[in-house]
């Protein structure tokens, strides 16, 4: 079946830290991956996603490289900012025809002090 | 920019009540979309509606659980008899034509406490 195993958290990091939180999956067939991000008191955002093997997604400083050999998505950014702070949350999909049926990991809680 | 809505944010009800979550998903899509979370644990898929109907469901969305579109802007969930576990925070999300392919975009969610 599918499922996703994320980085438990809490993390907490200094600002301008290198970041990084792991993701690895288990697909039947050739999924997409995606990271979801959740802000305070918002709905869960597209940060970035890749769609086959070696892809890599990037979006607002953030990256992570769709590894098929190792069924791995880290997410890592260079230099975290207090804005960054949120709950990042990894996710797969193998629906292409039809709904986008997502199966996410459980939330990686970022909190960045100054 | 369009954004999915959701009311209300928090909902308390009793077991055994009936409880009906309303979503307001971005005004051209297509695909509706419901998911869960029960604190501490993944977000998990419920059901998903395209054309008038669910094209996808979990096992969780057993039929105690109903969704409708009632007037082509809104997108409910329904529990009909609500159990203690039940209790979680509820996304709705929509995505445009292209379904699995596009981008789901998510409401800020409404968490449901059963008592």
């Known amino acids: 079946g599918n499922s996703v195993t994320q980085m438990e958290g809490p993390v907490t990091l200094s600002e301008e830290a290198f970041l990084t939180i792991n993701c690895t999956y288990t697909?039947?067939?050739?999924?997409?991956l995606f990271w979801y991000v959740q802000y305070p008191g918002e709905g869960l955002q597209l940060l970035l996603k890749?769609?086959?093997?070696?892809d890599k997604g990037s979006n607002k400083g953030f990256e992570a490289t769709y590894r098929k050999e190792t069924t791995s998505f880290h997410l890592e950014k260079g230099s975290v900012q207090v804005s960054d702070s949120a709950v990042y949350f990894c996710?797969?999909?193998?629906?292409?025809?039809?709904?986008?049926?997502?199966?996410f990991g459980t939330g990686t809680r970022l909190t960045v002090i100054p | 920019e369009p954004e999915v809505t959701q009311t209300p944010s928090h909902q308390v009800t009793q077991m055994g009540q009936e409880v009906i979550l309303r979503c307001v998903p971005i005004?051209?899509?297509?695909?509706f979309y419901w998911y869960r979370q029960i604190l501490g644990q993944k977000v998990e898929f419920l059901v998903s509606?395209?054309?008038?109907?669910?094209?996808?469901k979990s096992e969780i969305f057993d039929d105690q659980f109903s969704v409708e579109r009632p007037d082509g802007s809104n997108f409910t969930l329904k529990i009909r008899s609500t159990k203690l576990e039940d209790s979680a925070m509820y996304f709705c999300?929509?995505?445009?034509?292209?379904?699995?392919?596009?981008?789901?975009?998510f409401g800020q969610g409404t968490r449901l406490t059963v008592v």
């Open positions: 999300a929509s995505s445009g034509e292209g379904g699995g392919n596009t981008e789901a975009f």
């Open positions: 697909a039947t067939g050739y999924p997409s």
């Open positions: 890749a769609t086959k093997a070696d």
């Open positions: 996710a797969l999909s193998e629906t292409w025809t039809g709904a986008n049926n997502l199966f």
């Open positions: 005004s051209n899509h297509l695909y």
């Open positions: 509606f395209y054309n008038n109907e669910i094209s996808e």
